[in-house]
Nanobody
Framework: QVQLVESGGGLVQAGGSLRLSCVAS????????MAWFRQVPGKEREFIAA????????YYADFAKGRFTISRDNAKNTVYLRMNSLKPEDTAVYSC???????????WGQGTQVTVSS
């Protein structure tokens, strides 16, 4: 069974940066596509970014382009989300997901809270 554990969330001031990490275990990380999503209570889950199995393909939501960067280290079974120029509206629970290809995710982490103060 695949397990995904996120970390790196916290409280940051507007304009600041955070790097989220998601460590995978129990699966075939180096062959899986990975993605980051976020969710605010009462709203639908929102796609942020995805990366294919070897890292040479990345995909971003429009709001994330230029501010967020997804990357992965297959030797560490870890996917990262670097977030710069954070805004209060980026406040959400951030979760990672894995699957056999980009857009098809079977496993989800519990999430890590990111709070951006104004």
């Amino acid at each position: 069974q695949v397990q995904l554990v996120e970390s790196g969330g916290g409280l940051v001031q507007a304009g600041g940066s955070l790097r989220l990490s998601c460590v995978a275990s129990g699966g075939t990380f180096s062959r899986d596509a990975m993605a980051w999503f976020r969710q605010v209570p009462g709203k639908e889950r929102e796609f942020i970014a995805a990366i294919n199995w070897n890292g040479d393909g990345t995909y971003y939501a429009d709001f994330a382009k230029g501010r967020f960067t997804i990357s992965r280290d297959n030797a560490k079974n870890t996917v990262y989300l670097r977030m710069n120029s954070l805004k209060p509206e980026d406040t959400a629970v951030y979760s990672c997901a894995s699957g056999r290809r980009v857009g098809l995710y079977a496993y989800w982490g519990q999430g890590t809270q990111v709070t951006v103060s104004s």
